[in-house]
Nanobody
């Protein structure tokens, strides 16, 4: 079993930055892809970004390209999401999820989320 804990959320003004972290315990972190999803008020959960096990492949939702950067440090079993130029529409609970190739994101190991609120 893998435990995932997000941190780094908070309240920030539009145009500001936040850095989210995702610490995993349990099985070897380096074998997992890491994804970030978010769910805004009254909205469905949506994909934000992902990074493969090696860090060689990164994917982003169009809405965050050029503003968010996903990364990982396998030596620290930690994934990161650097969020810059934040907009009010980025307000959401942000979730980190770990998966392996045989799993879908829904089948992965999810954290409980961290709240990000962007004020205008």
């Amino acid at each position: 079993q893998v435990q995932v804990v997000e941190s780094g959320g908070g309240l920030v003004q539009a145009g500001g930055s936040l850095a989210l972290s995702c610490v995993a315990s349990g099985r070897t972190f380096s074998t997992y892809a890491v994804g970030w999803f978010r769910q805004g008020p009254g909205k469905e959960r949506e994909f934000v970004a992902s990074i493969d096990w090696s860090g060689g492949r990164k994917d982003y939702a169009d809405s965050v390209k050029g503003r968010f950067t996903i990364s990982r440090d396998n030596t620290k079993s930690t994934g990161y999401l650097q969020m810059n130029s934040l907009k009010p529409e980025d307000t959401a609970v942000y979730y980190c999820v770990l998966t392996v190739a045989t799993m879908t994101w829904d089948q992965g190991f999810w954290g409980r989320g961290t709240q990000v609120t962007v004020s205008s």
